[in-house]
């Protein structure tokens, strides 16, 4: 890590008292977790100031700490403008001793976590590295991601999130990729990227800071766009025009277009999609397809993102964490591939952060319902949230399967919802992450336990 005299030229900060004699060991901003010999990032946010947690740093191991305001504390202070422009300038300078290691950044609308982690999973098998954690896509994680990098491994892989214009300009222009997936791209955070043009433009400006001779492996939804002609453009998917492309899928086993066959446990077209797009990747990075292959076959769907547990007998498909029309459709396509001899149940809360489109793109998700119903029959839909009153009054909805509704997730709902749960049922639940769904598993594994202790 960076030398005190160069992190105060870096970020053009001076130090409030002594400098630390040495480097810090590591960089964090959350004081829950241990930062010894760390540097302590104090960061501004919308509860909450990290300054006035300078003392909790210290008693998780901090030796110095990066502030942008006038401060008395024991330890070190290196005191700039605005910590997260120069957390930003230091990843930026870190990405510079990272010359052995390739770095993959991963971005789009729906599939993008679990991208992540099937890229970290398979990379990891045969190389050494490191990726975001759960969450770290923002401009906070995307630089301390690339941070806890260290010289001499052979990648790092980094999720790029966004909610408004500019956000993955900055997350780009700071980490320069050497190759960029674009998952699907489609209808999220509409609020402040206004359309689906909007969302296209911020997703692929990605392309425009990648290190000349990468490569972008981009959806083939997205056939029209015309990369910088300093790197090279793969389209992953499944139709004719796609390459590398989904020829076939069928019991665990994925064949692309040029005959390459891999194992790939899990259900959904989207999910082997996703995993085309982690081929082509794990390819460049100099795997062999059986290495990738050997790899894929213990692959697992992400916690909150279609993982799978059993909670009171009852078989959940948890995918709370996030959710826009896209990828509610993808998971209600997937559901019918599970084979159960219980109930079929589908539950889903409101999709965020759509803007003026919120009910029309909420009661379009009739369609993939009851295309999903029409496959393998759904015995309940049970809907939680404000927006979805519109799915829950949609006129095709009536006389297909039984619907519930619910407009606020209180413990009143969690407990009508609860007990309509029984040993046996298949369980999907999908929502973004604000709804809290998850809260539902929870409240059943409660009664699991009360009743054993009754």
């Known amino acids: 890590m960076f030398q005190p005299i160069d992190m105060a030229e870096i970020t053009n900060g001076r130090w409030l008292n002594e400098p630390p004699p040495i480097a810090p060991l590591k960089i964090g901003h959350d004081t829950r977790e241990s930062l010894k010999d760390g540097l302590y990032v ?19 191991g901090a030796v110095m700490a990066l502030v942008d305001r006038e401060v008395e504390s024991s330890i070190p202070c290196l005191l700039v403008s605005d910590t997260l422009v120069a957390l930003s300038a230091l990843a930026a300078r870190w990405r510079d001793q990272l010359a052995g290691t390739r770095v993959f950044a991963i971005t789009g609308t729906a599939g993008k976590t679990t991208t992540k982690d099937l890229l970290h999973h398979v990379l990891g098998t045969a190389q050494r590295g ?6 770290w896509n923002n401009a906070i994680g995307g630089p301390m991601s690339l941070l806890r990098a260290r010289p001499g491994d052979d990648y790092v892989v980094l999720e790029m999130g966004t909610s408004s214009p500019g956000e993955i300009a900055a997350l780009a222009r700071c980490a320069r990729p050497d190759v960029s997936i674009i998952t699907l791209i489609g209808h999220g955070h509409l609020e402040g990227l206004t359309s689906l043009d909007g969302v296209r433009a911020e997703k692929l400006s990605l392309l425009d800071f990648m290190a000349p001779g990468g490569t972008a492996i981009v959806h083939q939804d997205d056939s029209d766009i015309e990369p910088p002609p300093s790197i090279a453009l793969l389209r992953h998917g499944a139709s004719t025009n796609a390459d590398p492309r989904l020829a076939s899928r069928a019991d665990g086993v994925l064949i692309l277009g040029d005959g390459a066959r891999f194992s790939f446990p899990m259900a959904g077209r989207h999910q082997a999609v996703n995993a085309v797009a982690v081929i082509a990747a794990a390819r460049i990075a100099g795997l062999s397809d059986a290495a990738i292959s050997h790899a894929l076959e213990t692959a697992s769907p992400s916690r909150g993102r279609g993982a799978e547990s ?30 159960t001899t219980g109930r079929r149940i589908v539950i889903l809360g409101d999709m965020l952060e759509l803007g003026d489109q919120q ?24 809907l939680v949230g404000p927006a979805m009153a519109s799915l829950a009054a949609h006129s095709d909805m009536s006389g297909t399967c039984p619907v519930s509704y619910w407009k ?17 049922d298949l369980v999907l639940i999908k929502a973004s992450r604000g709804m809290r769904l998850e809260r539902i598993v929870e409240w059943v594994g409660n009664r699991e336990s009360e009743a054993a202790t009754a």
């Open 42 to 60: 104090a960061i501004r946010g919308h509860t909450h100031d990290g300054h006035d947690f300078l003392d909790a740093a210290i008693e998780s």
């Open 130 to 135: 490191s990726a975001s954690p759960a969450s």
């Open 310 to 339: 059993v909670v009171g007998g009852v078989r959940f498909i948890d995918d709370a964490y996030n959710a826009n029309p896209e990828s509610v459709a993808a998971a209600l396509e997937a559901f019918p591939e599970l084979t």
């Open 359 to 382: 009910g029309v793109l909420h009661e379009a998700i009739a369609r993939p319902l009851l295309e999903s119903n029409a496959r393998a029959s759904i015995d309940e839909v049970l």
């Open 408 to 424: 606020l997730l209180d413990d009143a709902a969690l407990h009508s919802i609860a007990g309509r749960l029984a040993a046996g």
